[in-house]
């Protein structure tokens, strides 16, 4: 069975987001660029709300074309153009690249969607991530811990929502940032 996996930059005071939606201090260098190209070249589909899903598309269709593009980039574009895409979104009438758009969360689908072969499922997106595991959907969670503090932001986890997690690797990258992965 395929599992679902969420993978996201999280500063140590567990934002995703700084705020006005500031991604300037995510820590993304060659090294955790071609870990994340790695890590998603094998996946199955993307699994993405809808701001995660039109940021994306905003940018990676086309950004092995600019020249200025470090190789693990060029890479990620390719990985993310071909992928087969779902966003859940209740007002996108429609999807470019590869993207098929649900309306909801309903976890029969999901669970069905799982049981289709493949690879597993990257989700993204905090609202998402934060849906799917209240309808213990999420099987594992994979923390790219920043070494910077926000002090506001939008949180990784959303107030009363508990998971007892289990921590089953970690690795340190050049950069600082460090994975954790629990499940």
């Given amino acids: 069975m395929r599992r679902i996996i969420v993978a996201m930059s999280v500063s140590l005071d567990g934002f995703f987001e700084g705020p ?3 991604l300037s201090w995510h820590r993304v260098d060659e090294e955790l660029h ?3 190209n790695d890590e998603l070249r094998g996946m199955g589909a993307f699994l993405d709300g809808r701001r995660t899903y039109e940021l994306m598309a905003g940018y ?3 950004a092995d074309r600019d020249p200025a593009s470090s190789g693990p980039e060029r890479e990620f574009a390719a990985i993310w153009r ?3 895409k779902i966003v859940y979104s209740r007002t996108l009438d429609r999807a470019d690249w590869n993207t098929t758009v649900l309306r909801e969360v309903v976890p029969e689908q999901v669970r069905a969607l799982q049981e289709q072969p493949g690879g597993d499922l990257a989700l993204g997106g905090a609202e998402l991530a934060a849906t799917f595991a209240r309808h213990g959907l999420v099987d594992e ?3 790219y811990v920043n070494p910077v503090v926000l002090g506001a932001g939008r949180p ?3 107030p009363g929502l508990r ?3 289990e921590l089953v ?3 340190r990258f050049g950069n600082g940032v460090v994975l954790l992965t629990y499940r």
Avoid: K, S, V, Y
């Fill in 82 to 84: 071909d992928m087969p």
């Fill in 20 to 22: 006005d939606g500031d």
């Fill in 156 to 158: 990784l986890f959303p």
């Fill in 141 to 143: 969670w994979r923390l």
């Fill in 169 to 171: 690797a970690e690795r």
């Fill in 163 to 165: 998971l007892d997690l």
């Fill in 34 to 36: 071609q870990h994340f």
């Fill in 60 to 62: 990676w269709p086309t």
